[in-house]
């Protein structure tokens, strides 16, 4: 990796055994493309379909297959590209990276090597409790995904299903620029909510559509880069944070003992929450790259880049900025609302026209925390934009207490029905009229005489008066106006 | 640059062939006359010649993203040496 | 019976049409000359019920007056060619038993104009040779032979088999490949007609690959006529094909204008080489005679890298090749030697699959390939290519085609010993410049030398100039006159 440019300050130190060190942190990302058919063939893409079945000629390898480029996965690359405000390279070539295993059937892959279709850019990223950082990326180049082996389904023998064998993957190659596990998930989170914005990859790393290989070494402040070792295909956020503090303690051991970091390759193991040597054989990775003969260099004319710029949704930290400033959100509560594009276009349905306070607390609160609950996502949220600002909006009409409408939206998550519809059928509308609640409020003082004379003394038991009465109402009556009118009936001021 | 019998076993490796030991001697000098041979490209001045790595004066057609091809598993399948329930057989790899 | 050994191609397209004999009649024919021919050993396997079938289906339709440009004509296929459900070997053991699924492009063309395949022709392995002798099932054999000398004689390679069933006249027509020369070379060696189209002029979909930037196909035929109604029917563009050029074919066969006044013939004194027999270089004098008595304009023109092209070329084929053999691994199809460790299964698989020359090519291909050496070999070979190719475009502005001999000596023994491997390559001296250059050429049989072999004259075009060597090669083919079959000394009785 080339030498780091952008930061010189050290953000985050390991305190090790005797001293205290740097961890410098390299990511390469594989993003499966998002499209319909694969990279240089036309099978499907789709996850989860029966062994074989999404497999061509081509994909096989079979005597006399060639390849052919997918027109939308080059766009995609562009897209990312530019969302990573990138260089687009009108030139780019594909090579072959030859080496033999069953999932790989051509024994080679089609990757690029020297002529990437995208070079530097960089991904800001933002932090709860501390400054942001400009994180600058390496590259982006398209190459094929390889099929997948199953080792544990028997003694002697390993079986090769080649359905995912010839799907897109973009590898995005990010500069050593990373310093802590928290700041390499925060990046691979930021990506995440990019790509998915984009539409190019759906960041899916349970199923394998994002997935990274991380590069970890350690330094004291102000050394040489030290020895890195390699975590393959790290498949979620939580679990790179782990391998790299892993990772980085491993060696800092080993060095305060004076010893010396084998360059290797290395697989993390969830389980254990350790990384191991990967036992086959490394003869040195010569992949004896060179330009694939069956393939052309691409080409893209700056007319096709511009086009596919103007295409480009608003990306998120451009509708963070937005949100601050057209709604006068909080740079947090911004932040919240654009991490996922389906929640932000969801924030900026319900808010128009309403009472941004009251859409932020019900979205990121009740909203988000329900979703969670029941383990789905925003996109098939029972909750609508339609039904949420109908609720928001008999909150601030008064039809619903703050109290009130938490259980209408209970139900609402429960029968996807809309509110006003709910409180109809369920009389739940809120007691707002003075004269019905003083009704209640004189039964209330009437009927509690002894506490009457308590609450001369203790003025706090006017809580107790006012459960009283929602009691009686069910819950209904406007609490602010239960306040009211107990204290003047009992001459509080 | 010469051909030692380190060499080929090396490449042997890489390219997954099987070398017996008394192979190696043969192939050694037989790879070594080749490469004495093509050196003589080096009596070629080449500094500012672009390599040429297509035939082809075009750039590359690009194929609209639908699906076309797959669901043919028996096609596949149909001269392999081993398989099971649409599945490869290989001996066991062990990462 | 139907005297086949004195019809060409289009004779018998000419008879069928005019309904001097029936398809079915034709195809028994050649079918039983061919269970006569075993001792050529020039297919790998015979398809009988497939040609008569093909043959009826001909018949009615040449009855009903629907007939396709090609109806009824009797091919055979050299085996690098994918044949639906009919065995394809490659010259190989490894692929002894492999049965496509799946039609190469080219033949699929020739079925649908309504060709009928006799069968799957010999080769050397993986189009790998230049004598037919390295391929798994024995070399073909030379029809051909000194006179009064009974030593069998190679018919040259890789498409030996190809060459052999004209020769013998055991197929009207036949497809081969050539890479370095494997078309001319054995069509000079036989007393055929061969000629290699401009590279993406044939689609490569379905034809084994060797060395995917300088492979090409093109017809074996007894005269150049016959040769362009094959090569119209073979070519065209195919989007399967990245390489493929989308040019429209022209109608080769009506395009032959044997008015050749004011064509300008370059001959390239590089070509004066010193191992060149010395009737050869008669008669390579001969031709330029010939062409000027008809009118063209004789120039002396300068290749000055020829001499380079042929270890450029052997970097560069070997390097591809390493690279497109690699998918032969026992895994998905071909033969596998069964054992526990996967890396001993590949090993063991594949250097029993392949002969001895793959395997020295392919360990030649890994090591120019390999770290370290890529920018002395591959690098510098694809640099010579350029130059290569610069000097015929600078030749091209001053002639119209360059004529050479095809093959520096004429047809050699079977078995004859070669000191190294590096001589038997020098076979291809002649030839080889094309493919590096990705031009077309077509050797056309222009006399026989003392002791009554074949020798052929080299005509090479601009890129898509196949027109040109059509109608010179029919000026050439005129003045030398026809020569006689060679005696039939292999029918078994």
Known sequence: MSEIITTNEVRHLVQGGIDSWEIIIGLEIHAQVVSNSKLFSGSSTSFGSNPMSQVSLVDAAMPGMLPVINEECVRQAVKTGLGLQAKINNTSVFDRKNYFYPDLPQGYQISQFKYPIVGEGEVAVDFKDKESIVVNIERLHLEQDAGKSIHDLSQDYSYIDLNRSGVALMEIVTKPDLRSAEEAKAFVTKLRTILRYLGTCDGNMEQGSLRADVNVSVRKPGDALGIRCEIKNVNSIRFIGQAIDYEAGRQIDILEEGGIINQETRLFDSATGKTRAMRSKEEAHDYRYFPDPDLLPLYLSDDFIKQVAIELPELPDQKKARFINDYGLTSYDASILVADRVSSEFFEGVAKGRDIKLVVNWITGELFASLNRLNLDIANSPITIESLGQLIDLISDKTLSGRLAKDVFEIMLDTKEMPKKIVEEKGLSQITDMASIEVVVDKVILENPDKVAELLEKPKLIGWFVGQIMKETAGKANPANVNKILRDKLKLG | ?95 | MIDIKNLNLKQIRDGLQNKSFKAIELIETYLNEIDKAKALNAFITVTPDKAISMAKESDNRISKNESRNLEGIPLSIKDLYCTKNVRTTAGSKILKNFIPTYESTITNNLWSDGCVMLGKLNNDEFAMGSSNETSYFGPSINPWKRKNDDMPLVPGGSSGGSAVAVSGSLSAATTATDTGGSIRQPASFTGTVGMKATYGRCSRWGVVAFASSLDQAGPITKTVVDSAIMLKSMAGYDVKDSTSIDLSVPDYETNINKNIKGKRIGIPGEYKIKGLDADIEKNWEDGISWLKSEGAEIIDISLPHTKYALPAYYIIAPAEASSNLARYDGVRYGERVHRKDLDEMYSDSRSDGFGEEVRRRILMGTYVLSAGYYDAYYLKAQKTRKLISNDFDNAFNTVDAIMTPTTPTTAFNIGKKFDDPVTMYLNDMLTVPVNMAGLPAISIPSGLDKDGLPMGLQLIGKRFGEDDLFSIGSVIEDCRGTFSNPAQWWIEK
Do not use: C
């Open chain 2, 1 to 95: 640059m010469s051909i030692d019998e380190k060499i080929v076993k090396k490449i042997a490796t890489l390219s997954r062939i099987t070398v017996s030991e008394n192979e190696i001697t043969k192939l050694s000098s037989e790879l070594n006359s080749i490469i004495k041979w093509v050196e003589q490209l080096n009596e070629i001045d080449t500094t500012d010649v672009v390599p040429m790595t297509s035939n082809v004066n075009n750039t590359l057609h690009l194929r609209k993203d639908v699906i076309s091809d797959g669901n043919i598993v028996d096609d596949i399948l149909s001269n392999a040496p081993m398989t099971e329930d649409g599945f490869f057989l290989v001996p066991k790899v062990i990462e």
